[in-house]
Structures are given as structure tokens and as C-alpha cells.
């Protein structure tokens, strides 16, 4: 059995040659392309090396990922578990190929210090070992072909050769059974890794077999771009389709520590997607639920379900992720457990934690590149910094500059390690508008709408910034269009741009419904106390300021007048600012920042 196949485009055949002898000095049997015996079949000779080496190097180039072969070779080993992938330049790797780690080796010349080349070794050392265990080894016992068996010479030679063979099996099992005492009990999954199971179609048409399957895909696809989950490939569950276990036998045997499982249904006039989240280790169920999407375009449905339980899932494993790890002792080496305090104290970050957080910047930027989150780290300290820059807690403009461009440098960073990732990019929206460099704000929301279509996400980051640079008609027209990818959007998104542009009565209507959504969220009594005055209705006014005097804790939805140096933004916060003022609520607001360019 062949220990790796090297699977690349002719270009790049110095490379594998280069691939081939470093590995074969390791003592690894390797096999290329230019073992090809002659009178065999080009395509069977591949299938039958491919299937038979425990692990298949694929080094992607621009050539190789258009090419057939190549990529039904690393579709056939990503099928098999035993994908190990590199790439020579800055191709988009093909789908679904861009999902999975690839070791970044960019003008490799045969270094074998170099940290992506140590990450191809370990992945080779890890499935060359765990292929080798599980190659049984011939019997000893075994009788050549077309040999007799030896006649037996006696009964007292047989009671022998049993008395023996009952002490062997005795001595055997003891050995086994003291192996078994001193064996370490096998370690956890990461709490990093997920399976998405195929979903069920279980609707009766067998029409929306594609849609449930695509569901899946999708689901799984959005997960693995988020940079902190590892998401097992779905053909390894689908290869276990057909054998008797359960959803959690079937999380444990692929090593997950969170298994997705839905099945999909008809809901007139639209679909329906009951889900159940998983936790393999405690055999929980952490969540469950329905999610309906209630539209007759079968493709905008399936779209709009795999973005909601793709959030659905993003918040339960996040949720479990903090609460194992920040009970632990602080370690700032351990970029799990930095990401965990990083992500607690960006939360709810309030002006006393500043300090905490710049340590935790500092000790995120020192984890090393070669770790695999480190994008993920990257991206909590452009949120970090976004947030402090937006809640006003700089203390002089030079600080404000400073945190801006460490948090735009972090977030083009982990965009160039995670390119399919929409986080840096959202992240880097709310800086530039902060910064209000509204063009750069509006390429990057544009730029998240592109990677994950249909994305109500993406619509809210370019209603953001459309409602700060005061163009609030168009804001509210990409308010409406997050709220119908959500099917229950924010309404005080709606309500607020209502108000600004002046239409009292909807402005109403969507905070009232925030009321009801939120109603200890002080910023909803806020905002309708004001609607209601500049819409005449005085009384009803009186009675949300003195519901907002109840709940407010702080000025902080006062900070919202204080976001934008536009004419138009300034004309209407003035306008509501004086209603508020009529109503007897005049919280200092934080000085207007200057325009940091």
C-alpha cells in the first residue's frame, strides 16, 4: 500500500518531483505519475493508486484547478477522507475544495522548515499512521494456494496442539487485557468540529431531493468559512449513508463534536427545515427547532433556511465554545482560549474594559501565523477595535487613528487568510463608516454580498452605511430587504430609518413592534417617544419618555446623533433631538468626533 499519491498539473511537475524525493527521504513510499506503467490504462492505473495510498497530495496551481484530472483526483481522495492540499500561488481554489485547509506555499523552493510544508508532513504523518492501523495483517495460519493441509498425527498430538493453543489465547488475552488498563481513554473532539449531515427530504416529492441535498451542502459551506469551525467534508457522510446508526454514532465515528441534522418538509405556499443540534459528547440535544421560509421560490427558500441555520448554528457552538473555555485559567498561547476572552470582553464592551482588551489585542497579534486561527483572532481584534472607535471610548483623535488603521490592517489580513470569510469585510465596513470613508464602506458591504448571495448580513451592512451617509430611502429599501431574508428582521432597523426620513406613522408601527420584541431594550422607548411627538400625538409621547427613564442605564442610544458629520443625517437628529427636548429628555450626547481621513 502506496503512503502518498501526488496528484498535480504538468506545470508544476518540478515541484512534485521536489514534493516526492523530500517526502521519500522521510521514508514514505510515494507514487507519481511517472510510474505509469505501459501497457496499462492511463485512468485505471490513477484509480487504483489514488484508492490504494493512505494519503493524496493535491498541489493546486492556477493550471491545476482547471484541470479534469486534478480535481477528480481531489474530489475522489476529499471522498476517501485523505485530502492533503497545497497551492504554489494565490489561486481561488475550485469548489468544494476552498472550504478545507490548504497549506500556503507560495514560492516554495524545497525549504522544509517552512511552516506550510511542516503542516503538508504532519497531515501526511497523521494519515499514513491511521491508515496503517487499520490494514489487518495477514493470518499467520493462512495455507498457500493449492496446498493440502498438514494430516494431524494422533489424538495425543491434537490434544497437544489444543492444550496450546489454549494457553496462547489464554496469554494473549491477558496481554490484551492489560493493554486495554494502561491504554489512555481517547481524547475529545474539538469543540471546533462539526458534522452537517445529509437532510432528510421528507416532504413526498422527490423534486426536492436537490433542494435537501444542496441545504446540506450549503449549510456546511457557510460553517467552514467562519475560520473557527472545522467542517468534516460532506462526502464522509454521505459514504456512511446506508449503515445502521443513529445521528450521534454517526457524529462520533467522524470524530465531531457538533452534529447538524435536518429534514425538509412543504409549507405552503414555501418549505420547512426542522433542525436539531447536537452535542456527541454529553448525547444532548442543544437546540432544536423549525425554520420556515415562506415564499414559492424554491431557490431563494433553500437560501434563505441554510443562512438561518447556518446563524442558528454559529451561536450555539460559540455559546458552548465560551462557556467550556473561559472557566479555565487564563493562556494567552492557547489561541482557543484567547479567542474565547477576546469575543467575552468584545461582547458588551464598555469603557472600563479597554485596557483588558488592548492586552488581549496584544496577546492575539503574538500568536504566530502558522496557526489556523489565527484569521479568526485577526477578525476579533478588528471587532474589538471597531466597537471601541463606535462607542466613542478613543481618548484623543490620534487614539481613534491609531485603533482605525490597526483595526482595517487586521481585518485586510485575516480577509487574505480566510478569503472566502465575510466577517473581516463586515468588520471593515463599520470602521470606514465610522471613519466616514463611505465609498470604501459601501465596496466592502458590497464585496460581502457578492461571497454569500441573497445574504441579509449583507444587506444590513450596506443599509448602515447608506442610513450614516443620510441617504435613508435607500436604507430603508435595504433594511426591508434584510428583514425579508430574516423573515423577522429588525424592526427598529425599519423604524429608525422611518423616522429620519420622516414617515412618522410607519416609524411607529416597526418600533412598536420592537416594543413588543424587546421591551426592556431602552433604545426602543427612545426612538418612539420621538416618533410619537413629531407625529403630534403628544400624551403617548409623555408616556415612552418616562418608560425610557425606567430602563435606561446609560446615554448609549444617544450616541447614535453623534455617528455622522453628513447635512442630512445632522438635519434630521437635530429635528428628533429637539422632540426629545420638548419631551424633556437631554442626555449629553459625546461630542461629535472629528472626521479622521
Given amino acids: ?29 510515494v507514487w507519481l505519475d511517472d510510474l505509469l506503467p505501459a501497457h496499462r ?17 493535491v498541489i493546486w496551481t492556477a493550471d491545476a484547478a482547471q484541470s479534469e484530472w486534478v480535481r477528480s483526483e481531489a474530489n475522489r481522495a476529499r471522498a476517501a477522507g485523505k485530502l492533503v492540499q497545497m497551492r504554489l500561488d494565490e489561486v481561488l481554489l475550485p469548489m468544494p475544495f476552498d472550504t478545507l485547509e490548504c497549506a500556503k506555499l507560495v514560492g516554495w523552493t524545497g525549504d522544509l522548515d517552512a511552516p506550510g510544508w511542516r503542516k503538508v508532513t504532519g497531515s501526511v504523518a497523521e494519515l499514513v499512521r491511521s491508515g496503517a492501523e487499520r490494514v489487518s495483517p495477514p493470518s499467520p495460519t493462512a495455507v498457500r494456494d493449492g496446498a493440502s493441509p498438514p494430516r494431524p498425527r494422533g489424538r495425543r498430538l491434537w490434544l497437544k496442539a489444543a492444550a496450546a493453543a489454549v494457553a496462547l489465547l489464554t496469554i494473549s ?29 421528507l416532504s413526498g416529492d422527490a423534486s426536492l431531493d436537490a433542494t435537501a441535498q444542496a441545504l446540506s451542502e450549503d449549510v456546511a459551506d457557510l460553517v467552514s468559512r ?14 456512511s449513508q446506508g449503515q445502521s446508526l443513529d445521528d450521534l454514532a454517526l457524529g462520533r465515528r467522524l470524530d465531531a463534536r457538533f452534529v447538524v441534522t435536518a429534514s425538509l418538509r412543504k409549507s405552503t405556499p414555501g418549505l420547512r427545515l426542522s433542525y436539531r443540534i447536537l452535542d456527541t459528547t454529553s448525547a444532548q440535544v442543544l437546540v432544536a427547532g423549525d425554520l420556515v421560509s415562506a415564499t414559492p421560490d424554491v431557490a431563494l427558500a433553500e437560501r434563505r433556511l441554510a443562512l438561518r441555520l447556518f446563524y442558528a448554528c454559529g451561536n450555539v457552538m460559540e455559546s458552548k465554545l465560551l462557556a467550556e473555555e473561559l472557566p479555565k485559567p487564563i493562556n494567552d498561547r492557547d489561541p482557543i482560549n484567547l479567542y474565547a476572552r477576546l469575543a467575552k ?25 502558522t496557526s489556523d486561527l489565527k484569521a479568526i483572532l485577526e477578525m476579533g481584534i ?65 464585496h460581502i454580498l457578492d461571497l454569500i448571495p441573497n445574504s441579509a448580513n449583507a444587506y444590513q451592512d450596506l443599509a448602515h452605511v447608506e442610513f450614516m451617509r443620510g441617504q435613508f430611502g435607500d436604507a430603508l429599501n ?120
Fill in 1 to 29: 500500500m502506496t503512503d502518498v499519491f501526488i496528484s498535480y498539473a504538468r506545470s508544476a511537475e518540478a515541484t512534485a518531483r521536489r514534493v516526492a524525493e523530500a517526502l521519500r527521504a522521510e521514508g514514505y513510499e
Fill in 382 to 446: 478588528c471587532e474589538t477595535y471597531g466597537d471601541m472607535i463606535t462607542n466613542g471610548y478613543a481618548s484623543a483623535p490620534a487614539q481613534r487613528l491609531t485603533w482605525a488603521r490597526a483595526a482595517l490592517d487586521q481585518g485586510a489580513r485575516a480577509a487574505q487568510l480566510k478569503p472566502n470569510a465575510s466577517s473581516p469585510h463586515e468588520c471593515r465596513v463599520y470602521v470606514f463608516a465610522a471613519l466616514e470613508r463611505w465609498d470604501e464602506a459601501m465596496a466592502e458591504a458590497r
Fill in 41 to 57: 490504462v492511463y485512468g485505471d492505473v490513477i484509480a487504483e493508486r489514488l484508492d490504494a495510498a493512505r494519503s493524496v497530495i
Fill in 345 to 369: 470582553v468584545d461582547e458588551n464592551i464598555r469603557r472600563a474594559d479597554v485596557p483588558e482588551a488592548e492586552r488581549l489585542i496584544g496577546a492575539a497579534e503574538a500568536i504566530p501565523e
Fill in 173 to 201: 488475552a491477558l496481554l490484551l487485557w492489560g493493554k486495554l488498563r494502561m491504554a489512555p481513554p481517547a481524547p475529545p473532539p474539538s469543540i471546533r468540529s462539526v458534522a452537517v449531515l445529509p437532510f432528510r427530504n
Fill in 226 to 239: 467562519t475560520g473557527l469551525n472545522q467542517v468534516m467534508p460532506l462526502t464522509a457522510a454521505l459514504a
Fill in 478 to 597: 435595504d433594511f426591508t430587504e434584510c428583514a425579508a431574508r430574516h423573515e423577522q428582521g429588525d424592526p427598529k432597523d425599519l423604524g429608525l430609518a422611518h423616522l429620519f426620513l420622516g414617515n412618522y406613522a410607519p416609524a411607529i408601527d416597526n418600533l412598536r413592534e420592537f416594543e413588543v420584541q424587546s421591551p426592556k431594550d431602552a433604545g426602543g422607548a427612545l426612538f418612539l417617544a420621538a416618533a410619537l411627538e413629531l407625529a403630534g400625538r403628544h400624551d403617548e409621547a409623555l408616556v415612552q419618555a418616562d418608560l425610557y427613564r425606567k430602563l435606561a442605564a446609560d446615554d448609549a442610544d444617544w450616541r447614535l446623533f453623534s455617528q455622522s458629520h453628513e447635512p442630512a443625517f445632522l438635519a434630521s437628529a437635530d429635528a428628533i433631538r429637539g422632540a426629545l427636548h420638548r419631551l424633556g429628555l437631554d442626555a449629553p450626547a459625546p461630542a461629535r468626533p472629528p472626521s479622521v481621513q
